[in-house]
């Protein structure tokens, strides 16, 4: 086994750069940039970082030229050989040939395009302007430099013993929650830890104990290079990215209402009946699932992720009886901010009334909380979103207001539009 201490401790570019290929992502990301090569390739766009946990000062502790330095040697890359191969002929929730041959055909030429990067009051202003099928692919890496970078700059001077503590410490942990994730029963848990994660070996890390330690009931892991290398299934479907740029570019209220049913029927006509998982919160949950086409109801499923999962698995049983569903066939899955606690209760309370499944995140790859003093290796709510599209704003409401996005007077148009009331303002962790 790697001795992750030792890598850590003697970190250098060549053999550790932060992004390492550009399978170094989300499979939802590739999911979706497919639909948007086939439909909106061309559209320009602009995606931006936030930080939600504004109160740590990222421009601070990361050195701005390391930081360029990560993202020009991501800009460098290109898919290899075997990558491209990997993508071609693997076969992903049990269909081969996901990825049409144009798609990986120019995926195959692809680099990253240019970046702009300023500091502003503590904290780092990056954004990506240009075609949407470009700008898109950025989201992913551009979080794990931050999240990384930062980590390395906590760890940074520490002697090879005191990181070997460290890392035995957070294995322990993760072993610890393993252990307590056995106990339950018809469990499917994947990995989702990918964008805020502590770093790249302990990503890998993470997914090869729960290979190990949960068999069958560990599906597999977001990151597409993890999944490549572990020989495990790549999972994801989509985002609210695909809903957010549909309705900026609606030109009134009534398309505007349709956009984000207009997203998923492109979907399912791309992928032909397969990844049927909607996400219904990126203007409220309720008012998406209360004017819902029927044949939305025939997908495989939700994916519950900013509202209480308690609050929102209910709500899914609700529409899917209405709708004359049994929802003990339907497949609800949980990813926000989860930790054991979390996983935990939600299974007690709807084990046997839904199939469930857990994306876990951040609290997976990126739980070092109480390791170090000032909360200094405590992970962060970093974000990297859809602001602009089409030179018109991105709006983004959820279940959640505190990670609403847009200009207020077109938040107030899309709650008026979507039928969004008043909303509980929940803490955002991770």
Known sequence: MLDLATRVYNHNFRIDPIIRSLLDTDFYKLLMAQTIFRRHRDLPVTFGIKNRSPAIRIADEIDEGELRAQLDHARSLRLTRGEATWLRGNSFYGKRQMFASEFTDWLEGFRLPPYELEKRDGQYVLTFHGPWIETTLWEVPALAILNELRSRAT???????????????????????????????????????TRRRHGFLWQDWCVQAMQEGLGGAFLGTSN????????????????????????????????????????????????EGNLLVALPDTYGTTGFLADAPDWLTAWTGIRIDSKDPIEGGEEAIRFWESRGSDPREKLAIFSDGLDIADIERIHAHFHGRLRIGYGWGTLLTNDF??????????????????????????????????????????????????????????????
């Not at 929650?177 to 056995?182: A, D, P, T």
């Not at 994801?236 to 030109?251: D, K, Q, R």
């Not at 602009?388 to 008026?416: F, L």
């Open 224 to 271: 597409c290079l993890i999944a490549q290398r572990r020989e495990v299934e790549a999972v994801g479907t989509n985002a609210h990215e695909l809903p957010m740029v549909y309705s900026a570019l609606a030109n009134d209220d009534a398309a505007l209402a349709k956009a984000p049913y207009e997203v998923l029927a492109d979907w399912q006509q791309d992928y």
């Open 369 to 430: 909380r109480r390791f170090m003093p000032d909360k200094r290796l405590d992970p962060i709510s970093i974000v990297c979103k859809v602001i602009e599209a089409d030179g018109r704003p991105t709006v983004k409401i959820s279940d959640n207001p505190s990670k609403a996005q847009g200009p207020a007077a077109e938040v107030e148009r899309y709650k008026r539009v979507f039928g969004v009331g008043e909303q509980a303002a929940q803490p955002v962790l991770v």
């Open 155 to 193: 760890l940074n001077g520490m002697g090879k013993f005191e990181l070997q503590v460290l890392y035995a410490r957070a294995m322990t942990r993760v072993w610890e929650k393993i252990e307590r994730l056995k106990r339950l029963p018809d469990l499917s848990i994947a990995d989702f830890g």
